[in-house]
């Protein structure tokens, strides 16, 4: 019984942890002590958004399904070209220089390889000519930025790449106890 309670006051913190900071919102006051908060990610207007990610692909906010590399725009997404963070070249970032309008940030997601100054600074360097900003971040920060961004309403662009391993989280466990386990009940304790 003490492993359900300690489990239920793990899956009450994590829960409350996830509600004030998984997904970009926006909160507004209304006065007399009432305030609203609203989900960006299920805000049809706020573009497109990435729901998650996997070693497959993403799940985007309008729950379309992308396999593979993919290019994100606010409203536009395409199947990326690329295999490996090793492909990533100035011919397959040329697409981000090309589209109008002209995006002021790019964010590429490299997976979970490492990022090292020489592969940074050609990308920078690359799309420095084209007077374009560039993030260059591991899967995991390359979603949360564009999302990030996307819902700023700048003009952003991402290149992507589904990471080869997941990393599990108490998050990710808890999760899969529930599911598990219909019978599974919180209480405030």
């Known amino acids: 019984m003490n492993v359900l309670q300690g489990l239920g006051r793990i899956a009450h913190q994590s829960l409350r942890r996830n509600i004030c900071t998984s997904l970009a919102r926006r909160s507004t006051y209304e006065g007399d002590g009432k305030t609203s908060v609203t989900?960006?990610?299920?805000?049809?207007?706020?573009?497109?958004?990435?729901?998650?990610?996997?070693?497959?692909?993403?799940?985007?906010?309008?729950?379309?399904?992308?396999?593979?590399p993919m290019a994100i725009f606010s409203r536009t997404v395409l199947?990326?070209?690329?295999?490996?963070?090793?492909?990533?070249?100035?011919?397959?970032?040329?697409?981000?220089?090309?589209?109008?309008?002209?995006?002021?940030?790019?964010?590429?997601?490299?997976?979970?390889?490492?990022?090292?100054?020489?592969?940074?600074?050609?990308?920078?360097?690359f799309m420095k000519r084209y007077k374009i900003n560039v993030e260059v971040l591991g899967t995991?920060?390359?979603?949360?930025?564009?999302?990030?961004?996307?819902?700023?309403?700048?003009?952003?662009?991402?290149?992507?790449?589904?990471p080869m391993t997941m990393r599990l989280n108490e998050d990710d466990l808890m999760r899969k106890q529930m599911s598990i386990s219909p019978s599974f009940e919180l209480t405030d304790k």
């Open 39 to 68: 989900i960006l990610n299920k805000e049809a207007d706020a573009g497109l958004m990435i729901n998650s990610y996997s070693q497959f692909g993403f799940r985007l906010n309008n729950d379309m399904v992308v396999i593979g």
């Open 79 to 125: 199947s990326w070209n690329v295999e490996s963070h090793e492909d990533i070249n100035d011919q397959s970032l040329s697409l981000f220089c090309a589209i109008e309008p002209k995006i002021d940030v790019l964010v590429v997601g490299i997976g979970d390889n490492t990022i090292t100054p020489s592969f940074s600074k050609k990308i920078i360097d």
């Open 140 to 162: 995991e920060q390359a979603c949360s930025t564009f999302n990030f961004l996307n819902a700023e309403n700048r003009v952003v662009g991402a290149a992507l790449i589904p």
